[in-house]
C-alpha cells in the first residue's frame, strides 16, 4: 500500500491550501484516514481523522474551524482543506492509514501504520 500526498507549498498568512493523498490500496474505503504535521525539531501532530464512510471526522483544537477533511473513496483520495493559515501551520504534513479496517485512527501517530512520504507547507510572508 503506498499513500501520495501532494499539495504543499508556499502560501500567505491567511491564504489557504487544499492537500490530497491518493491511496493506491483497493480496500481505502474501510480504513479511516488522519492528517499529521510535523515541524522541525517537534514531534508528529494529529491534525484530523476521518472515518472509511466519511461519516465522522475529528480535529486537533488547533486546526478545528480552519481545516476540514473529507474523501473521495471511488478515487482513492483523502482531502485537508486549510483555512486562515498561520505561520505556525508550516510543518510537513503527513496521511496515514489506520492500523486496521473499520475503527478509528485516534489522536496519536501510534494508530496509524502506513504513511505517505509527507508535503511540505510553509506559511510566510
Known amino acids: 500500500v503506498q499513500l501520495q500526498a501532494s499539495g504543499g507549498g508556499l502560501v500567505e498568512p491567511g491564504g489557504s491550501l487544499r492537500l490530497s493523498c491518493e491511496s493506491s490500496d483497493s480496500t481505502f474505503n474501510k480504513y479511516t484516514m488522519g492528517w499529521f504535521r510535523q515541524a522541525p525539531g517537534k514531534e508528529r501532530e494529529f491534525l484530523a481523522q476521518i472515518t472509511w464512510s466519511g461519516k465522522f471526522t475529528q480535529y486537533a483544537d488547533s486546526v478545528k474551524g480552519r481545516f476540514t477533511a473529507s474523501r473521495d473513496n471511488d478515487a482513492k483520495l483523502v482531502y485537508l482543506q486549510m483555512e486562515s493559515l498561520k505561520p505556525e501551520d508550516t510543518a510537513v504534513y503527513f496521511c496515514?492509514?489506520?492500523?486496521?479496517?473499520?475503527?478509528?485512527?485516534?489522536?496519536?501517530?501510534?494508530?496509524?501504520?502506513?504513511w505517505g512520504q509527507g508535503t511540505l507547507v510553509t506559511v510566510s510572508s
Open positions: 496515514g492509514r489506520a492500523l486496521n479496517p473499520y475503527v478509528y485512527g485516534g489522536d496519536s501517530a501510534g494508530g496509524y501504520n502506513v
